[in-house]
C-alpha cells in the first residue's frame, strides 16, 4: 500500500496564489503517474492536472491550464501543485492520488485509473 498526504492549502483572495504538496510513502515505487483532483461544494470530484513520475510529461484539465504548474521531486517523493491566479471557482477539497497504471496521461484524467489517494487539503478562494 502507499500513502498520500496533503498539505498546503488555506484561505487566499482571488488573484492570489497556493502551493499544495504530496508526500508519499509506503510501496510507491510500483506507482506511474500522480495527480491532482478536486471537489467544489455539490459538485463530482474532478481532474486537475497529472504528472508522470519517470518521464515528468503532464497533462491539465483545460480549467486550469496556464495558471497551475504541478511539478515532482523524486528524491523526496513529492508532487506538487503551483495554483496562480486563483479564482473563486477554484474553491474545492483537493486530493492527491497516484496510480499503478502505465498509461498515456490522456488516459489518466479520470479518478477509475488511480489506485491510492491521500484524505485532501481545503482549498478557500474568496472574492
Known amino acids: 500500500q502507499a500513502q498520500l498526504v496533503e498539505s498546503g492549502g488555506g484561505l487566499v483572495q482571488a488573484g492570489g496564489s497556493l502551493r499544495l504538496s504530496c508526500a508519499a510513502s509506503?510501496?510507491?515505487?510500483?506507482?506511474?503517474?500522480r495527480a491532482w483532483f478536486r471537489q467544489g461544494p455539490g459538485k463530482e470530484r474532478e481532474f486537475v492536472a497529472t504528472?508522470?513520475?519517470?518521464?515528468?510529461?503532464?497533462d491539465y484539465a483545460d480549467s486550469v491550464k496556464d495558471r497551475f504548474t504541478i511539478s515532482k521531486d523524486n528524491a523526496k517523493n513529492t508532487v506538487d501543485l503551483q495554483m496562480d491566479s486563483l479564482k473563486p471557482e477554484d474553491t474545492a477539497v483537493y486530493y492527491c492520488?497516484?496510480?499503478?497504471?502505465?498509461?498515456?496521461?490522456?488516459?489518466?484524467?479520470?479518478?477509475?485509473?488511480?489506485?491510492?489517494w491521500g484524505q485532501g487539503t481545503q482549498v478557500t478562494v474568496s472574492s
Open positions: 492520488a497516484a496510480s499503478r497504471r502505465l498509461r498515456a496521461l490522456q488516459d489518466m484524467n479520470v479518478e477509475e485509473n488511480y489506485d491510492y
Open positions: 509506503g510501496r510507491t515505487r510500483s506507482t506511474y503517474v
Open positions: 504528472i508522470n513520475w519517470v518521464a515528468g510529461n503532464t
